[in-house]
């Protein structure tokens, strides 16, 4: 690891001016290009304290081991040259993006003397005109097979050509009219040719001209009395509107534009682009990368726009880019497209209209994009093994970690304190052992003391299960006679004692169940030889949190004298591992499928927490006085309500007015009076709207 201030150029050194630069390595491999308007204030910015570095920064310059740079005279040209340096170094800490599959296109080789119409994938080629990409090769044939019928262009390989014209007769094509069969002289490389500039002025969009004047074609040729001439002009009609049918209007004023939409995440970035032409979607594609650098939204952005058109040229570059965020430096863009595509591009931020409306679509499918890559990449079971192997590599552990459990706390300003346990096995969540907790033990905000209580409960649990089913050691006493019994569980002596950690009828919750509900904890039936819900021991406990919550789910740990355990925590703003008495954390690579598995972990622990303290929160403001009336169902609360209209009225009500509504007996309309009599006043609601409070009127409405 190289110090930054060992290769640090002196101020004086580096010039204000616009320009690239690179980081290299200690064997001059060049793992870092960027551009900047001023370089001296950015490069700059790389040598400062390094706990003030982004880990990702902080990680790349203590790996570099040089600088340079290269002086330019605009920023456009820094955008060329960064982009030309990315494509030749490849450079480790550059955002690379990476296509999830090779799309095809529908090319048609202009460069030939016939030209032909074909599926091509790969690196574009001079001279081949592209249209697409599109999702599937099939798409392509079933439009090409429909064109061919108006625009019969040849679409043979090179030896099917050769052997026709050599032979004189013509291909299957050829005979039934979907080739104008140039190989044996049909029409000459002129005429086939203008069928091919017709086939591609159709495929940019120009359709209406086209078809308009086939249709002028149809009419005259029936006044003619030529029938059968124009029946046929009324099918190319009909085929050439099928053709445009597969690809949907979206935008209606014929924009030729492309879309551009990113859904990110700590670690990996989607981008997925809609190439609209004509007012059609006639294309789509995504990508996906590490993010090995910090970069925000607008930098993906950027890193997308030269993906896209830094080998493009003329109109393969649209008048309009709709993107997300613009670029740090929008301008310098937008020349530099403007001169890839030879005229005016606009890059702009969709506000309104049909052309928002398009940009929502394509950033749900990023989004889909991205959980689906999530998907693949935690369901292959090579991948979840390299996962677990680099877990246990970077905690020191002697074993994979084959089961987790992960801890998070959670609370809306102290009230409704509630945590969650979720486990995974062979690095795959297991829903059916997620487990739900009530903080019981105080009252309040605090995250290390809530981390203490439940991780407590969890293993007072796990040695009451080892307890009964015998597996517990005994273990003599220090003096006196050996204990005949096994040796109870430490309790908490800072805890208040909890109530029994029953589930309710959702699977995971701690609260008590219902009567009818049997105790999932009970002792099960002899026949039964399930293990119980905390019989499970994992390899490796992980908590939402840094240093302290750590020390205080280890600090329980000890206390009830389980040392087979290990424990760790994630801090989210850093994503960093921290293990108990560490002082510096555990740093993985941010292309790790460990810190990828823990991070699912880990995030999949907050979304049961914070899904479990909404629902307490929404029960919690929905309750009613009547709740504490003993014997008082659901059925006779909404006959009492129906009958007065609100609580406020009932509680205005008589003994005997409340005795008036049926089921309601006059012990059960005293205990209604007094608990109405003894409840507090409820806080005004507020509309979250308008900021007004809601009060209820006299017939019981609220305003």
Not at 489 to 515: C, F
Request: include cysteine; hydrophobic fraction near 35%.
């Amino acid at each position: 690891m190289a110090d930054p201030s060992s290769y640090r150029p002196k101020p004086g050194q580096i010039p204000d001016s616009p320009g690239v630069y690179k980081f290299r390595d200690e064997h001059r491999r060049v793992i870092y290009v960027g551009k900047a308007k001023n370089l001296r204030q950015r490069l700059a910015n790389y040598f400062q304290d390094l706990a003030a570095l982004h880990p990702r920064t902080r990680t790349m310059v203590t790996t570099a081991a040089s600088v340079e740079w290269t002086v330019v005279s605009t920023e456009v040209e820094a955008l060329q040259l960064e982009y030309s340096w990315i494509k030749e170094y490849d450079p480790r800490f550059n955002v690379k993006y990476r296509d999830d599959k090779s799309y095809p296109y529908l090319a048609v080789t202009l460069n030939e003397e016939f030209p032909r119409v074909q599926v091509m994938r790969g690196a574009k080629k001079k001279g081949v005109r592209y249209f697409g990409p599109y999702g599937h090769a099939w798409a392509i044939r079933e439009t090409v097979d429909l064109m061919l019928r108006v625009f019969p262009v040849r679409t043979c390989s090179a030896g099917v050509f050769k052997n026709a014209a050599r032979t004189g007769r013509p291909c299957l094509l050829g005979y039934i009219g979907k080739c104008s069969a140039p190989c044996v002289g049909r029409v000459t490389p002129e005429e086939h040719r203008e069928l091919a500039d017709d086939f591609c002025d159709f495929m940019a969009g120009r359709t209406g001209t086209y078809i308009r004047r086939l249709e002028k074609d149809m009419m005259a040729a029936a006044e003619e009395m030529e029938y059968e001439r124009a029946a046929r002009l009324r099918d190319d009609v009909e085929a050439l509107k099928r053709a445009m049918e597969k690809s949907a209007v979206v935008l209606a004023d014929a924009t030729d534009a492309d879309l551009i939409a990113v859904a990110e995440d700590e670690l990996e970035a989607a981008v997925q682009i809609f190439h609209v032409r004509g007012g059609r979607v006639r294309g789509q594609r995504g990508w996906v990368t590490d993010k090995v650098e910090n970069v925000d939204t607008s930098g993906l952005v950027e890193h997308a726009l030269q993906q896209l058109y830094g080998e493009e040229t003329g109109d393969s570059v649209p008048k309009e880019v709709l993107v997300p965020a613009l670029p740090e430096d929008p301008d310098a863009v937008s020349q530099w497209l403007a001169g890839r595509r030879g005229s005016q591009v606009s890059l702009r931020i969709p506000q309104r209209g049909d052309k928002k409306d398009l940009m929502a679509t394509v950033q749900r499918n990023a989004l889909q994009a991205l959980g689906l890559h999530k998907t693949k990449r935690a369901s292959d079971l090579t991948t979840r093994s390299r996962a677990l192997e680099e877990i246990a590599e970077a905690l020191g552990l002697d074993t994979a970690p084959l089961r987790i459990e992960c801890f998070d706390i959670s609370h809306l300003q102290g009230d409704d304190v509630v945590a969650s346990m979720v486990v995974f096995e062979d690095g795959l969540a297991r829903k059916s052992e997620y487990r739900r907790f009530q903080i019981k033990g105080f009252e309040g905000q605090d995250d290390v003391r809530s981390m203490h209580e439940v991780i407590g409960r969890r293993f007072k649990r796990y040695l009451q299960e080892k307890e009964r089913t015998g597996e517990w050691e005994e273990t003599p006493a220090p003096t006196g006679p050996a204990p005949t019994g096994p040796v109870p569980a430490p309790q908490d002596a800072t805890a208040a004692p909890a109530a029994p950690d029953i589930a309710d009828p959702d699977p995971g919750t701690d609260t008590p169940a219902p009567a009818l509900v049997p105790d999932p904890d009970a002792e099960p039936r002899e026949d039964d030889g399930r293990p119980k819900r905390f019989a499970y021991p994992p390899q490796l406990v992980v908590v939402d949190g840094g240093q302290p919550q750590v020390a205080a789910a280890k600090r329980a740990l000890d206390e009830l004298g389980i040392d087979d355990i290990a424990v760790c925590g994630l801090a989210k703003r850093l994503e960093e591992v921290w293990l108990p008495d560490d002082d510096d954390p555990v740093v993985l690579p941010r292309s790790s499928e460990g810190l990828y598995l823990l991070q699912r972990v880990r995030d999949e622990a907050h979304r049961f927490a914070i899904t479990y303290q909404r629902a307490k929160r929404a029960k919690r403001i929905r309750s009613s006085p009547l709740d504490t009336v003993a014997g008082l169902g659901e059925t006779r609360k909404q006959a009492l309500i129906k009958h007065f209209g609100s609580v406020k009225k009932l509680k205005q009500a008589t003994i005997d007015e409340i005795c008036e509504v049926p089921g309601i007996g006059r012990r059960t309309a005293e205990s209604v009076a007094v608990a109405l009599a003894s409840a507090a006043p409820a806080a005004p609601a507020v509309n979250t709207a308008t900021g007004e409070i809601i009060e209820e009127d006299d017939g019981g409405s609220t305003t």
